[in-house]
Protein backbone atom coordinates (compact mmCIF):
# COMPACT_ATOMS: atom_id res chain seq x y z
CA UNK A 1 0.00 0.00 0.00
CA UNK A 2 1.47 3.55 -0.98
CA UNK A 3 1.85 5.73 2.39
CA UNK A 4 0.21 8.84 1.87
CA UNK A 5 1.80 12.33 1.35
CA UNK A 6 1.38 13.64 5.05
CA UNK A 7 3.08 10.28 5.99
CA UNK A 8 6.08 10.26 3.35
CA UNK A 9 6.56 14.10 4.13
CA UNK A 10 6.65 13.51 7.97
CA UNK A 11 9.28 10.64 7.66
CA UNK A 12 11.69 12.37 5.26
CA UNK A 13 11.25 15.82 6.99
CA UNK A 14 11.84 14.31 10.59
CA UNK A 15 14.85 11.88 9.08
CA UNK A 16 16.67 14.53 7.59
CA UNK A 17 16.03 16.67 11.16
CA UNK A 18 17.45 13.44 12.72
CA UNK A 19 20.26 13.48 10.35
CA UNK A 20 21.04 16.89 10.64
CA UNK A 21 21.11 16.76 14.63
CA UNK A 22 23.50 13.70 14.46
CA UNK A 23 25.72 15.47 11.58
CA UNK A 24 25.69 18.34 14.08
CA UNK A 25 26.31 16.32 17.39
CA UNK A 26 29.73 14.74 15.13
CA UNK A 27 31.01 18.05 14.10
CA UNK A 28 30.53 20.09 17.68
CA UNK A 29 32.43 16.51 19.25
CA UNK A 30 35.08 17.31 16.25
CA UNK A 31 35.59 21.09 16.91
CA UNK A 32 35.39 20.32 21.05
CA UNK A 33 38.31 17.78 20.93
CA UNK A 34 40.26 20.61 18.98
CA UNK A 35 39.97 22.91 21.47
CA UNK A 36 39.98 20.45 24.75
CA UNK A 37 43.21 19.45 22.81
CA UNK A 38 44.89 22.59 22.55
CA UNK A 39 43.36 23.99 26.00
CA UNK A 40 44.86 20.18 27.59
CA UNK A 41 48.35 21.17 25.69
CA UNK A 42 48.58 24.42 27.42
CA UNK A 43 47.56 23.23 30.34
CA UNK A 44 50.50 20.40 30.06
CA UNK A 45 53.05 22.77 29.37
CA UNK A 46 52.06 25.21 32.78
CA UNK A 47 52.34 22.36 34.77
CA UNK A 48 55.50 21.38 33.36
CA UNK A 49 56.94 24.66 33.91
CA UNK A 50 55.05 25.26 37.25
CA UNK A 51 58.13 23.02 38.62
CA UNK A 52 60.99 25.56 38.51
CA UNK A 53 59.55 27.22 41.98
CA UNK A 54 60.17 23.62 43.66
CA UNK A 55 62.96 21.34 44.84
CA UNK A 56 63.76 18.71 42.26
CA UNK A 57 65.93 16.77 44.45
CA UNK A 58 64.19 14.81 46.89
CA UNK A 59 60.97 16.55 48.07
CA UNK A 60 59.29 14.65 45.45
CA UNK A 61 57.08 11.39 46.34
CA UNK A 62 55.94 8.71 44.01
CA UNK A 63 52.54 7.58 44.40
CA UNK A 64 51.95 3.57 45.32
CA UNK A 65 48.40 3.69 44.91
CA UNK A 66 46.64 1.53 41.70
CA UNK A 67 46.89 3.13 38.80
CA UNK A 68 43.25 2.74 36.40
CA UNK A 69 40.88 4.51 34.73
CA UNK A 70 41.36 7.94 37.10
CA UNK A 71 44.88 8.49 35.78
CA UNK A 72 44.91 11.83 33.94
CA UNK A 73 48.30 13.10 34.18
CA UNK A 74 51.15 11.50 34.41
CA UNK A 75 54.41 13.24 35.79
CA UNK A 76 58.23 12.25 35.61
CA UNK A 77 62.00 13.76 36.30
CA UNK A 78 65.29 12.98 35.36
CA UNK A 79 68.53 14.60 36.29
CA UNK A 80 71.36 15.58 34.02
CA UNK A 81 72.84 11.87 33.97
CA UNK A 82 69.50 10.58 33.08
CA UNK A 83 68.46 9.29 36.00
CA UNK A 84 64.74 8.95 36.95
CA UNK A 85 64.31 11.11 39.69
CA UNK A 86 60.24 11.07 40.15
CA UNK A 87 57.71 9.42 38.44
CA UNK A 88 54.08 9.98 39.77
CA UNK A 89 52.22 7.01 38.26
CA UNK A 90 55.00 4.13 38.42
CA UNK A 91 52.58 1.55 36.91
CA UNK A 92 51.24 3.72 34.09
CA UNK A 93 53.40 1.56 31.16
CA UNK A 94 54.50 4.25 29.51
CA UNK A 95 57.52 4.11 27.56
CA UNK A 96 60.22 6.47 29.31
CA UNK A 97 60.81 9.25 26.45
CA UNK A 98 62.62 11.90 27.14
CA UNK A 99 61.95 14.49 23.61
CA UNK A 100 61.46 18.28 24.06
CA UNK A 101 58.33 19.59 23.50
CA UNK A 102 55.29 17.90 22.25
CA UNK A 103 54.97 13.91 21.41
CA UNK A 104 52.79 11.53 20.99
CA UNK A 105 53.45 8.21 22.56
CA UNK A 106 51.80 4.72 22.40
CA UNK A 107 51.15 2.44 25.23
CA UNK A 108 49.35 -0.62 26.13
CA UNK A 109 46.71 1.70 27.95
CA UNK A 110 46.61 3.91 24.83
CA UNK A 111 47.89 6.94 23.13
CA UNK A 112 49.27 9.66 25.54
CA UNK A 113 50.04 13.48 24.48
CA UNK A 114 53.08 14.01 26.54
CA UNK A 115 55.20 17.38 26.61
CA UNK A 116 58.74 17.78 27.75
CA UNK A 117 60.89 20.46 28.93
CA UNK A 118 64.87 21.24 30.46
CA UNK A 119 64.27 23.52 33.46
CA UNK A 120 68.12 23.87 35.02
CA UNK A 121 69.58 20.15 35.14
CA UNK A 122 66.65 18.34 34.88
CA UNK A 123 64.22 17.56 32.22
CA UNK A 124 60.27 17.10 33.59
CA UNK A 125 57.92 15.26 31.82
CA UNK A 126 54.24 15.51 31.76
CA UNK A 127 51.82 13.54 29.65
CA UNK A 128 48.13 12.41 29.20
CA UNK A 129 45.76 9.60 27.76
CA UNK A 130 44.01 11.43 24.67
CA UNK A 131 41.29 9.04 25.92
CA UNK A 132 40.57 11.55 28.76
CA UNK A 133 40.71 14.63 25.84
CA UNK A 134 38.11 12.36 23.89
CA UNK A 135 35.97 12.17 26.89
CA UNK A 136 35.64 15.51 27.44
CA UNK A 137 34.87 16.25 23.61
CA UNK A 138 31.84 13.61 23.74
CA UNK A 139 30.57 14.99 26.90
CA UNK A 140 30.55 18.81 25.77
CA UNK A 141 28.83 17.44 22.21
CA UNK A 142 26.83 15.09 24.40
CA UNK A 143 25.60 18.57 26.41
CA UNK A 144 25.15 20.61 23.08
CA UNK A 145 23.07 17.63 21.00
CA UNK A 146 20.51 16.65 23.79
CA UNK A 147 18.38 19.34 23.95
CA UNK A 148 18.21 19.34 19.52
CA UNK A 149 17.79 15.18 19.65
CA UNK A 150 15.22 16.06 23.45
CA UNK A 151 12.85 18.58 20.68
CA UNK A 152 12.53 15.97 17.76
CA UNK A 153 9.21 14.48 18.81
CA UNK A 154 7.88 18.21 19.42
CA UNK A 155 9.12 19.15 15.85
CA UNK A 156 7.81 15.42 14.15
CA UNK A 157 4.47 16.64 15.65
CA UNK A 158 4.19 19.98 14.39
CA UNK A 159 5.34 18.56 10.86
CA UNK A 160 2.58 16.29 10.93
CA UNK A 161 -0.26 19.46 12.18
CA UNK A 162 1.94 21.79 9.07
CA UNK A 163 1.59 19.61 6.08
CA UNK A 164 -2.07 18.93 7.15
CA UNK A 165 -3.03 22.16 7.27
CA UNK A 166 -0.97 22.44 4.25
CA UNK A 167 -2.63 19.10 2.23
CA UNK A 168 -6.47 20.46 3.44
CA UNK A 169 -6.88 22.38 0.42
CA UNK A 170 -6.56 18.68 -1.74
CA UNK A 171 -8.42 16.64 0.76
CA UNK A 172 -11.26 19.86 0.56
CA UNK A 173 -11.32 19.32 -3.61
CA UNK A 174 -11.70 15.83 -3.14
CA UNK A 175 -14.41 16.31 -0.88
CA UNK A 176 -16.01 18.66 -3.30
CA UNK A 177 -15.46 15.91 -6.22
CA UNK A 178 -16.99 13.26 -3.80
CA UNK A 179 -19.72 14.88 -3.33
CA UNK A 180 -20.65 15.75 -6.68
CA UNK A 181 -23.68 13.52 -8.53
CA UNK A 182 -23.10 11.87 -12.30
CA UNK A 183 -24.39 14.99 -13.47
CA UNK A 184 -23.11 17.47 -12.12
CA UNK A 185 -20.06 19.08 -14.53
CA UNK A 186 -20.02 22.73 -13.59
CA UNK A 187 -16.17 23.55 -13.04
CA UNK A 188 -14.72 23.08 -9.90
CA UNK A 189 -14.37 26.54 -7.60
CA UNK A 190 -10.56 28.09 -7.63
CA UNK A 191 -10.99 30.54 -4.73
CA UNK A 192 -8.53 30.57 -1.83
CA UNK A 193 -6.69 27.59 -3.52
CA UNK A 194 -2.63 27.53 -3.39
CA UNK A 195 -1.09 27.93 -6.55
CA UNK A 196 0.45 24.35 -6.47
CA UNK A 197 -3.19 22.95 -6.86
CA UNK A 198 -4.50 25.18 -9.42
CA UNK A 199 -2.99 23.48 -12.28
CA UNK A 200 -4.28 20.23 -10.65
CA UNK A 201 -8.40 22.16 -10.45
CA UNK A 202 -7.31 23.59 -13.92
CA UNK A 203 -7.16 20.26 -15.51
CA UNK A 204 -9.99 18.78 -13.78
CA UNK A 205 -12.07 21.90 -15.10
CA UNK A 206 -10.92 20.88 -18.22
CA UNK A 207 -11.68 18.01 -17.78
CA UNK A 208 -15.21 18.39 -16.89
CA UNK A 209 -15.94 20.81 -19.74
CA UNK A 210 -14.62 17.74 -22.29
CA UNK A 211 -16.86 15.19 -20.27
CA UNK A 212 -19.93 18.12 -20.71
CA UNK A 213 -19.29 18.34 -24.71
CA UNK A 214 -19.59 14.71 -25.10
CA UNK A 215 -22.56 14.43 -22.84
CA UNK A 216 -24.39 16.89 -24.72
CA UNK A 217 -23.40 15.57 -27.69
CA UNK A 218 -24.26 11.66 -26.90
CA UNK A 219 -27.50 12.86 -25.52
CA UNK A 220 -27.91 14.73 -28.90
CA UNK A 221 -26.65 11.76 -30.87
CA UNK A 222 -29.31 9.50 -29.01
CA UNK A 223 -32.30 11.93 -29.48
CA UNK A 224 -31.38 11.90 -33.22
CA UNK A 225 -31.20 8.69 -33.28
CA UNK A 226 -34.33 7.69 -31.78
CA UNK A 227 -35.84 9.87 -33.79
CA UNK A 228 -34.23 8.75 -37.27
CA UNK A 229 -35.38 5.25 -35.72
CA UNK A 230 -38.84 5.96 -35.15
CA UNK A 231 -40.06 6.92 -38.73
CA UNK A 232 -38.79 3.93 -40.68
CA UNK A 233 -39.94 1.38 -37.20
CA UNK A 234 -43.64 2.64 -38.22
CA UNK A 235 -43.74 2.25 -41.82
CA UNK A 236 -42.07 -1.45 -41.15
CA UNK A 237 -45.08 -1.92 -39.05
CA UNK A 238 -47.66 -0.12 -41.39
CA UNK A 239 -46.08 -2.17 -44.00
CA UNK A 240 -46.70 -4.88 -42.46
CA UNK A 241 -49.99 -4.74 -41.73
CA UNK A 242 -50.92 -3.92 -45.52
CA UNK A 243 -49.19 -7.19 -46.25
CA UNK A 244 -51.11 -9.35 -43.56
CA UNK A 245 -54.30 -7.49 -44.87
CA UNK A 246 -53.80 -8.08 -48.40
CA UNK A 247 -56.06 -10.75 -50.18
CA UNK A 248 -54.72 -10.66 -53.18
CA UNK A 249 -51.65 -12.07 -54.25
CA UNK A 250 -50.52 -9.20 -56.20
CA UNK A 251 -51.06 -6.51 -53.81
CA UNK A 252 -49.11 -8.95 -51.07
CA UNK A 253 -45.98 -9.17 -53.08
CA UNK A 254 -45.95 -5.19 -53.87
CA UNK A 255 -46.91 -4.87 -50.02
CA UNK A 256 -43.66 -7.90 -48.96
CA UNK A 257 -41.69 -5.58 -51.54
CA UNK A 258 -42.08 -2.61 -49.58
CA UNK A 259 -41.45 -4.48 -46.59
CA UNK A 260 -37.92 -5.69 -47.72
CA UNK A 261 -37.17 -2.22 -48.59
CA UNK A 262 -38.33 -1.19 -45.64
CA UNK A 263 -36.06 -3.44 -43.46
CA UNK A 264 -32.89 -2.85 -45.59
CA UNK A 265 -33.01 1.08 -45.27
CA UNK A 266 -33.84 0.13 -41.19
CA UNK A 267 -30.71 -2.13 -41.21
CA UNK A 268 -28.07 0.81 -43.12
CA UNK A 269 -29.32 3.63 -40.45
CA UNK A 270 -28.27 1.02 -37.81
CA UNK A 271 -25.02 -0.31 -39.73
CA UNK A 272 -24.43 3.54 -40.03
CA UNK A 273 -25.11 4.36 -36.29
CA UNK A 274 -22.87 1.47 -34.85
CA UNK A 275 -20.16 2.82 -38.03
CA UNK A 276 -20.33 6.20 -36.05
CA UNK A 277 -20.49 5.12 -32.71
CA UNK A 278 -16.68 2.73 -33.54
CA UNK A 279 -15.57 5.53 -35.12
CA UNK A 280 -16.02 8.14 -32.40
CA UNK A 281 -14.20 5.78 -30.18
CA UNK A 282 -10.97 4.69 -33.08
CA UNK A 283 -8.04 6.61 -31.03
CA UNK A 284 -8.37 5.08 -27.95
CA UNK A 285 -8.61 1.49 -29.24
CA UNK A 286 -6.67 1.30 -32.28
CA UNK A 287 -3.13 1.97 -32.41
CA UNK A 288 -1.96 3.83 -35.82
CA UNK A 289 0.10 2.00 -38.65
CA UNK A 290 1.06 2.65 -41.99
CA UNK A 291 -1.77 2.18 -44.69
CA UNK A 292 -1.26 2.54 -48.22
CA UNK A 293 -4.07 4.53 -50.01
CA UNK A 294 -3.80 3.28 -53.14
CA UNK A 295 -4.40 0.11 -52.35
CA UNK A 296 -7.00 0.57 -50.03
CA UNK A 297 -8.44 2.95 -53.16
CA UNK A 298 -8.39 -0.37 -55.51
CA UNK A 299 -10.49 -2.23 -52.93
CA UNK A 300 -12.85 -0.07 -52.33
CA UNK A 301 -13.17 0.25 -56.10
CA UNK A 302 -13.77 -3.23 -56.82
CA UNK A 303 -15.68 -3.67 -53.91
CA UNK A 304 -18.59 -1.33 -54.66
CA UNK A 305 -18.17 -1.86 -58.64
CA UNK A 306 -21.55 -4.38 -58.65
CA UNK A 307 -23.54 -1.71 -57.22
CA UNK A 308 -22.48 0.81 -59.76
CA UNK A 309 -22.85 -1.58 -62.42
CA UNK A 310 -26.78 -2.27 -60.89
CA UNK A 311 -27.17 1.47 -60.94
CA UNK A 312 -25.50 2.14 -64.74
CA UNK A 313 -22.55 3.80 -62.87
CA UNK A 314 -18.97 3.92 -63.98
CA UNK A 315 -16.87 3.57 -61.33
CA UNK A 316 -13.17 3.81 -61.83
CA UNK A 317 -9.59 4.84 -60.50
CA UNK A 318 -8.58 8.60 -61.86
CA UNK A 319 -5.22 9.41 -60.46
CA UNK A 320 -3.29 6.25 -58.16
CA UNK A 321 0.19 6.76 -57.08
CA UNK A 322 1.72 5.02 -53.88
CA UNK A 323 0.90 7.09 -51.26
CA UNK A 324 1.24 5.85 -47.16
CA UNK A 325 -0.34 7.35 -44.11
CA UNK A 326 -0.33 6.80 -40.51
CA UNK A 327 -3.70 5.46 -39.12
CA UNK A 328 -6.29 3.19 -38.79
CA UNK A 329 -7.00 0.83 -41.91
CA UNK A 330 -10.37 -0.15 -40.74
CA UNK A 331 -11.50 3.48 -40.20
CA UNK A 332 -9.74 4.69 -43.54
CA UNK A 333 -11.34 1.94 -45.26
CA UNK A 334 -14.87 3.38 -43.78
CA UNK A 335 -14.23 6.74 -45.01
CA UNK A 336 -13.57 5.90 -48.28
CA UNK A 337 -16.13 3.36 -48.60
CA UNK A 338 -18.89 5.74 -47.26
CA UNK A 339 -17.78 8.33 -49.62
CA UNK A 340 -17.89 6.10 -52.91
CA UNK A 341 -21.06 4.46 -51.05
CA UNK A 342 -22.56 7.83 -51.58
CA UNK A 343 -21.69 9.04 -54.51
CA UNK A 344 -22.86 5.81 -56.42
CA UNK A 345 -26.01 6.43 -54.78
CA UNK A 346 -26.24 10.01 -55.31
CA UNK A 347 -25.26 10.24 -59.15
CA UNK A 348 -27.67 9.28 -61.68
CA UNK A 349 -27.82 6.95 -64.63
CA UNK A 350 -25.90 7.23 -66.62
CA UNK A 351 -22.99 8.53 -64.91
CA UNK A 352 -19.00 8.59 -63.44
CA UNK A 353 -17.54 7.99 -60.11
CA UNK A 354 -13.88 8.23 -60.03
CA UNK A 355 -11.36 7.94 -57.18
CA UNK A 356 -7.92 9.09 -56.98
CA UNK A 357 -4.99 8.40 -54.55
CA UNK A 358 -1.79 10.78 -54.98
CA UNK A 359 0.67 12.87 -53.47
CA UNK A 360 -0.44 16.99 -52.53
CA UNK A 361 3.17 17.95 -51.51
CA UNK A 362 3.84 17.15 -47.89
CA UNK A 363 0.20 15.58 -47.48
CA UNK A 364 -1.29 12.46 -48.67
CA UNK A 365 -4.69 13.06 -51.04
CA UNK A 366 -7.70 10.99 -51.58
CA UNK A 367 -10.56 12.54 -53.87
CA UNK A 368 -13.79 10.99 -54.64
CA UNK A 369 -15.47 12.71 -57.78
CA UNK A 370 -18.99 12.17 -59.37
CA UNK A 371 -20.68 13.53 -61.70
CA UNK A 372 -24.20 13.84 -59.93
CA UNK A 373 -26.36 17.18 -58.90
CA UNK A 374 -23.64 18.26 -56.41
CA UNK A 375 -24.97 19.95 -53.04
CA UNK A 376 -24.76 23.92 -53.65
CA UNK A 377 -21.71 25.62 -51.56
CA UNK A 378 -24.48 27.24 -49.13
CA UNK A 379 -25.21 23.90 -47.88
CA UNK A 380 -21.68 22.55 -48.07
CA UNK A 381 -21.09 22.72 -44.42
CA UNK A 382 -24.56 21.56 -43.25
CA UNK A 383 -23.90 17.93 -44.78
CA UNK A 384 -21.63 17.21 -42.71
CA UNK A 385 -24.34 17.62 -39.63
CA UNK A 386 -25.87 14.06 -38.55
CA UNK A 387 -28.73 13.11 -39.81
CA UNK A 388 -28.69 16.39 -42.28
CA UNK A 389 -30.74 16.04 -45.54
CA UNK A 390 -31.47 18.81 -47.91
CA UNK A 391 -34.38 19.87 -48.19
CA UNK A 392 -36.77 17.70 -50.97
CA UNK A 393 -34.19 15.23 -51.30
CA UNK A 394 -35.41 11.59 -51.97
CA UNK A 395 -32.95 9.40 -51.02
CA UNK A 396 -32.63 6.17 -48.74
CA UNK A 397 -29.34 7.11 -47.06
CA UNK A 398 -29.26 7.87 -43.46
CA UNK A 399 -28.09 11.38 -42.87
CA UNK A 400 -24.84 10.23 -41.43
CA UNK A 401 -22.50 9.01 -44.32
CA UNK A 402 -20.41 12.33 -44.39
CA UNK A 403 -20.53 13.03 -40.67
CA UNK A 404 -18.70 9.75 -40.49
CA UNK A 405 -16.10 10.26 -42.99
CA UNK A 406 -15.89 13.95 -40.97
CA UNK A 407 -15.14 12.70 -37.59
CA UNK A 408 -12.50 9.75 -39.17
CA UNK A 409 -10.74 12.24 -40.71
CA UNK A 410 -10.50 14.82 -37.87
CA UNK A 411 -9.08 11.63 -36.09
CA UNK A 412 -6.59 11.17 -38.58
CA UNK A 413 -5.18 15.22 -37.93
CA UNK A 414 -7.24 15.28 -42.36
CA UNK A 415 -9.09 17.90 -43.78
CA UNK A 416 -11.99 17.48 -46.06
CA UNK A 417 -13.51 19.72 -48.22
CA UNK A 418 -16.19 19.96 -50.75
CA UNK A 419 -15.66 21.32 -54.10
CA UNK A 420 -17.46 21.34 -57.42
CA UNK A 421 -15.86 18.39 -59.76
CA UNK A 422 -16.16 20.49 -62.94
CA UNK A 423 -17.90 22.77 -65.67
CA UNK A 424 -20.48 19.97 -65.98
CA UNK A 425 -21.25 20.00 -62.37
CA UNK A 426 -20.93 17.07 -59.70
CA UNK A 427 -19.37 16.84 -56.16
CA UNK A 428 -15.82 16.57 -55.46
CA UNK A 429 -14.95 15.37 -51.99
CA UNK A 430 -11.11 16.25 -51.13
CA UNK A 431 -9.28 14.47 -48.18
CA UNK A 432 -6.13 15.30 -47.26
CA UNK A 433 -3.99 13.19 -44.53
CA UNK A 434 -0.46 13.68 -42.88
CA UNK A 435 1.76 11.55 -44.90
CA UNK A 436 3.47 8.44 -42.55
CA UNK A 437 6.90 9.11 -41.50
CA UNK A 438 9.71 7.40 -42.82
CA UNK A 439 11.15 4.59 -41.73
CA UNK A 440 14.49 5.11 -38.93
CA UNK A 441 17.43 4.34 -40.47
Known amino acids: MTPSIRRRLLVWLLGSATLAVAAGAVSTYLVARKEANQLADYQLQQMALSFRDHALASGLIPHEDEDGPGLEVLVQIWNQEGVRLYM ?32 RD ?43 RG ?78 RA ?94 DNAVRYTPSPGRVDVAAFHDGALAALEVSDSGPGIPPEERTRVFDRFYRRAGEISDGSGLGLAIVKQIVEHHGGTIALEDAGSAGGLKVAVRLPLAAPPAP
Open 247 to 340: SDPAERGEALGNLKQGVERASHLVQQLLTLARAEDLPAKIAPAAVRLDELARDVVAEYTPLAQTRGVDLGLARIEAVTVAGAAAGLRTLLSNLV
Open 167 to 244: LSPLERLARDVGRRSPDALEPLPQHGLPKEVRPLVQSLNDLLQRLERALHTQRAFVADAAHELRTPLTALRLQAQVAE
Open 88 to 119: SHPRSGIPDRAQLGFADVASRQGRWRVYSVQV
Open 122 to 164: HVIQVAQPYSVRNRIAASVALRTAWPLAAVLPLLGLLIWFTVG
